[in-house]
Structures are given as C-alpha cells and as structure tokens.
C-alpha cells in the first residue's frame, strides 16, 4: 500500500489552448491543443510522484476521455488504480486570451456516478488492510454522490491513523468539516462562503481558519488567498506567506493543486507549519510557469522556495 493515495470522483480530460482575443459569434482560431489527465486529486498525485513520494491515485473514469486520463497517467509513471463506470468522463476546456493574458476556464459537471458506483468506492477505501498515511479527496463530487461522502470518509481514516485531507467547496466542504479531518485547504471565497463572513482583513482571515481547529473540525487549515498568497493554521499557531510575484500569463489552472500536493508533500516529511507553507506556495507560484494543467515541475519547485520569505506569525486574541 503507498503510503499516500489522493481521490478524485470527478476527474476530468483537460483541454488547454489560447487565442488572440475572446469574443462572442465570432469564430475563434485557437493554437495548439494541449491534453492532461486533471481533476484534483489526480493533479495532485502527479506532483507528489515528481517530488518523490510514494503515491497512488484512485479514481472513477469512464468513456474515451476516461481511457486518456489513465493513458496520460501511465505516461506520467503515476501509480493508479481506476474503478470503472458506466458514464463518460468529462472534458474541461482552458483558453488563454494571448492579447490580455486573461484565462477562461470551461469545467463541465461530471458524468452522473450510480449509487452502486461511489458505494464500491467507498468501500473499498473502508476495507483497506494496510492503511495509508495520508489520504487526500480533493475535486468536486459529481452528480449522484451525496455531499457526505468525503465526510463519511472521515471514521475509518481516524480509526486507521490515516490523515485525511479534504479540499473541496459547498456543501462536501462544510459536512466535511463537521466530521472532523486533519486538513482542509479552501480558497478565501469558499471559506467566506462556508462562514458567511466577510473576512475583509487579515486579521479575519487568521482568526477564521484557527477558529475551525479550536473547534475540532480540521487539525490544519490552509486558506490560499491568490495573489496574497496564503495561511496556515494550527493549534500550535497561525503563519501568512506571500505570494511570489511570478507571471501567470499561461493559466493558473491547477495552482491551488500544487499548492496541497507540495504543503502534504512537507509535512509528511515532517517539515514545521512554516517551513510546509513556504513548499506550498513555491508549488503554487512554479505551476504559472507551465500552461494548462501541465502543473508544477519539482526543480522549479525546489528552485522558488529558497524566495519564499519566511512566514510571518499572527498573535490572535484568544
């Protein structure tokens, strides 16, 4: 058994390309179409297996879409294991507006799972022999999963000493969360929309994310804020990092990807919050510098988070 496996129940054949301008009616010449296996867990696998780790990714795939995401994969030398479906694995389609370097992002909702279908997933995560250390589901859920599957997750991973990580959004997040998982990484317009809170300062944002582990719902909560980088928060403390200014003028799919898959990646290794947070969001910022969901490269990885300026602590009322 690896000692990590990521999760995607809705994993995706991404499409990226660009084009001079976006515009409506008209025809759109676009340049070369890349392909890459994605959707968030498997995105993250593919860059903890270049930064060494021992990772397997498991997903549903189903279709011709569902059969390039395994052959992408295999290219890749990523370690899987594929539940078969009845429906088609979706496609999503990126294209970067080369004349402003904005980026519009295609996601599709996913091929329907049948009940019979994430049940066998399930399953056979709870019947696991030799546990893994870390389990990560990240991606949205398809339709026809309930928004409790990552949370029904949570009981055999704790009885297992598993540390699950979940990195979704809506409602999946929130039953999460209520279920109690070691570590959760929602982007600042999810956590605001978790609380409902404006979280409009710094101050705010800290407060929240320790407020979660107080709480006993996350042991760690890692909240990317964009351009401004990120938090992390422990029981132990609460760090901010900036972001590093690089040019995202390929895309910034999969950055918060990078992102999970560098910060697990360190903290396995048993790296402290701080340290984990600078890998964290030296992945983020090494994956603008590939198109599509091409993601982060390890060298550059390695390379950026020697810029990374140590992260600043918060004091926060108690």
């Not at 992390?232 to 999970?260: E, H, I, K, N």
Request: charged share 15%; hydrophobic share 50%; with cysteine.
């Amino acid at each position: 058994m690896p000692a990590l496996i990521t999760l995607t129940l809705n994993p995706a054949l991404d499409l990226a390309t660009t084009t001079d301008r976006v515009a409506p009616t008209h025809k759109l010449r676009c340049g070369p179409v890349r392909r890459f296996a994605g959707g968030g867990g498997i995105n993250v696998a593919r860059v903890l297996h270049r930064l060494g780790s021992e990772v397997q990714a498991w997903a549903v795939a189903g279709g011709a879409a569902g059969a390039q995401v395994r052959q992408l994969l295999a290219d890749e030398g990523v370690a899987t294991a594929i539940q078969p479906i009845a429906g088609d694995t979706r496609e999503n389609f990126s294209v970067v507006e080369t004349a402003t370097g904005q980026e519009y992002r295609f996601v599709l909702p996913g091929p329907a799972l049948q009940a019979t279908e994430w049940q066998a997933c399930l399953h056979t995560l709870h019947a696991l022999t030799h546990a893994p250390r870390w389990l990560i589901a990240s991606g949205s859920l398809p339709p026809g999963v309930p928004p409790d599957f990552y949370a029904r997750l949570a009981p055999g991973a704790r009885a297992r000493g598993t540390r699950l990580v979940v990195d979704t959004s809506g409602l999946p997040l929130a039953a999460a969360l209520q279920a109690g998982v070691t570590l959760v990484k929602p982007s600042l317009r999810e956590l605001r929309e978790l609380l409902q809170q404006p979280l409009a300062s710094a101050a705010a944002w800290c407060a929240a994310a320790q407020a979660l582990v107080h709480a006993g719902q996350a042991e760690i909560v890692a909240l990317s804020l964009g351009e401004q980088g990120a938090v992390l928060a422990t029981r132990d403390g609460v760090w901010q990092a900036p972001a590093l200014s690089v040019s995202a003028a390929t895309g910034t799919t999969g950055a918060g990807d990078c992102f999970l898959a560098a910060l697990v990646w360190a903290l396995d290794r048993g790296e402290a919050p701080p340290q984990a947070l600078r890998w964290g969001v030296a992945a983020g910022a090494a994956a603008l510098l590939s198109p599509g969901t091409a993601l982060a490269q390890a060298h550059d990885v390695q390379r950026l988070v020697h810029s990374v300026p140590a992260p600043v602590a918060f004091t926060l009322q108690p």
